[in-house]
């Protein structure tokens, strides 16, 4: 099954985000090791996230902020469409390529920390459920 294959039932759609967890691509990876353990800014990151129909490569779920990591066979119109369903559930999509990443790994960092510091707190008031502790998290500025 593909990474952009639908799948509508959702103990499939768990299995399938499992798989896709265990068995990530490189970039997916690369920028695993600083979205990970909270080092973006304190910022909490899932993998393989399914949200509705969909599984996200990266989701901040405080920020409802979902990074995609596209590979050179992505089809833009249907990403498109996926992205506009995510927006319509509430959620904000940043995509990279391979080549970004691979090529600029701090621009990349930088543009999800500038988005997640700009992207209004999901749950206002309340405190994220598994706060990080105190000294964690990348300064990006000083990486």
Known sequence: MGKAARVTNPAT???????????????????????????????KFRRQSVIGPFVCDFLCPAKALIIEIDGDTHDMESDARRDTTLSELGYRTLRFTNAEVRNNMTGVLEHILATANATPDRWPGRPHPNPSPNGEGLDIATS
Do not use: D, I
């Not at 768990?14 to 798989?19: C, G, V």
């Not at 068995?23 to 080092?39: D, G, I, M, V």
């Open 13 to 43: 759609l768990t299995t399938h985000a499992r798989h896709m967890r265990n068995n990530p691509t490189e970039w997916e990876k690369r920028l695993w090791r600083h979205l990970s353990n909270s080092q973006l800014s304190g910022y």
